[in-house]
T-cell receptor, first 115, second 114 residues
Framework: NAGVTQTPKFQVLKTGQSMTLQCAQD?????MSWYRQDPGMGLRLIHY???????DQGEVPNGYNVSRSTTEDFPLRLLSAAPSQTSVYFC??????????????FGPGTRLTVL | EDKVVQSPLSLVVHEGDTVTLNCSYE??????LLWYKQEKKAPTFLFML????IEKKSGRLSSILDKKELFSILNITATQTGDSAVYLC??????????????FGIGTKLQVIP
């Protein structure tokens, strides 16, 4: 199993550009999430999905869109990049609630810089 | 709003020392508390503590949960340089609408020097 994969690893954008961060998992997990990690802020939830076709907003959703057309993939779209979106982005997946030790598995992260 | 506070924010110890990392929390309808280790890249899971499992141990790492006082500690004995990392604490409420929104603390940065 590859686990959770993310591409790209690094990205530099100019203000106003759009892009998609890719996330895929091969563990047949129902739940997938996107987090951003900033110094002194911890991991903050952007959007999440409880299954194909079902997404919802997390703590900091503004400026981001998601979709979940398959169980495996959960892309994150930046509509019009802003310097405040400079961060490290992590995708995570897990089985559905109710299982013992239902931890999230994290991807390697994407370091995004917006100039 | 759920909240996780970790202390200390950073810690430098010598190899062989024992360290204790602290995590206090506020959460509506507590389900579990999780500890992760984050080295250069992605967080990796260490422990999950719930009402039915308030102590966990794996090798030199152990953790306890005090549900009454709303805190947890992570102990690392006989520290090694490979323990150098950021340790994240997170809390998970009872799911609402089928998804558990995990809240993370900002982490404790541990540096173990030879």
């Amino acid at each position: 199993n590859a686990g959770v994969t993310q591409t790209p690893k690094f990205q530099v954008l100019k203000t106003g550009q759009s892009m998609t961060l890719q996330c895929a998992q091969d563990m047949n997990h129902e739940y997938m999430s996107w987090y951003r990690q900033d110094p002194g802020m911890g991991l903050r939830l952007i959007h999440y999905s409880v299954g194909a076709g079902i997404t919802d907003q997390g703590e900091v959703p503004n400026g981001y869109n998601v979709s979940r057309s398959t169980t495996e993939d959960f892309p994150l779209r930046l509509l019009s990049a802003a310097p405040s979106q400079t961060s490290v982005y992590f995708c995570a997946s897990s089985y559905s609630t109710g299982l013992v030790d239902n931890e999230q598995f994290f991807g390697p992260g994407t370091r995004l810089t917006v100039l | 709003e759920d909240k996780v506070v970790q202390s200390p924010l950073s810690l430098v110890v010598h190899e062989g020392d024992t360290v204790t990392l602290n995590c206090s929390y506020e959460v509506t309808n507590f389900r579990s508390l999780l500890w992760y280790k984050q080295e250069k890249k992605a967080p990796t899971f260490l422990f999950m503590l719930t009402s039915s499992g308030i102590e966990k141990k794996s090798g030199r790492l152990s953790s306890i949960l005090d549900k009454k006082e709303l805190f947890s500690i992570l102990n690392i004995t006989a520290t090694q340089t490979g323990d150098s990392a950021v340790y994240l604490c997170a809390v998970e409420p009872t799911p609402s609408g089928g998804y558990q929104k995990v809240t993370f603390g900002i982490g404790t940065k541990l540096q173990v020097i030879p």
